[in-house]
């Protein structure tokens, strides 16, 4: 049995987010040579993270009953990379990891205010993100708004939505179910209305425990993105 194709029952038969990340990880010299193919006008870490978004669409959407190999059927859905670097090609100054940032920083921040009824300080906030209070601030000055806007370094008509960026695409695809829904109501993802933690905890009929457990693991998932 090929790999890939071992990889995929075990995936299948878990839905576990580590075993998603192992498929990908061997299918990862496919998708290196499709971004190959198309780097030079998007970034690639961007380009690289789009491939990974489309390569798990693609492996939630394959059936081996059609009779197509995964890496066939994998490589037929990466041929959409090209319509995403021209989508992209006017976001290139967007500075990289800011807008994966500011969803850690919004769950941080939300987290902070739930706990203890007010706005933490920067130091608070960095020592809750372990971050230095010096970036705290320039992400503070930076993005100061209730919701990301554009970067002091890209005029307004360059700015694309949190919602464009391919890498908060990837570590939403790689969450569980339940991760996905924490991630779109403390962020307001994909439209969500945001929630506190304690409206989560009802809606979800979850504990304290397990909600600090799963955003950790959200966390370790848009850590995992921006690399």
Do not use: C
Not at 26 to 51: K, Y
Not at 151 to 162: G, L
Request: charged fraction near 25%; aromatic fraction near 8%.
């Amino acid at each position: 049995m090929e790999k890939d194709v071992e990889l995929y029952n075990q995936w299948k038969k878990s839905q576990n987010p580590q075993h998603l990340d192992l498929l990908i990880k061997q299918l990862d010299p496919l998708i290196q040579s499709q971004v190959n193919q198309r780097s030079g006008t998007l970034a690639r870490p961007l380009l690289e993270a789009q491939a990974k978004v489309l390569t798990v669409r693609a492996i939630q959407s394959y059936s081996p009953d059609r009779g197509a190999k995964l890496s066939t059927h994998v490589t037929n859905q990466l041929q959409k990379l090209s319509r995403v670097n021209y989508a992209h090609q006017n976001a290139l100054r967007i500075p990289e990891h800011s807008m994966v940032a500011y969803r850690s920083y919004n769950i941080a921040l939300e987290d902070f205010k739930t706990d203890n009824g007010r706005e933490p300080t920067s130091q608070e906030l960095a020592d809750h993100m372990k971050w230095s209070p010096k970036k705290v601030e320039q992400f503070r000055t930076q993005f100061g708004r209730a919701e990301l806007t554009e970067s002091k370094d890209t005029p307004m008509d360059m700015f694309v939505p949190y919602t464009h960026d391919p890498r908060i695409d990837y570590a939403y695809q790689s969450m569980s179910p339940r991760q996905q829904k924490i991630f779109e109501h403390m962020t307001g993802y994909q439209n969500a209305p945001k929630l506190s933690n304690t409206q989560l905890m009802t809606k979800l009929g979850i504990t304290q425990g397990v909600l600090s457990y799963e955003k950790s693991k959200i966390k370790t998932l848009l850590e995992r993105a921006q690399r």
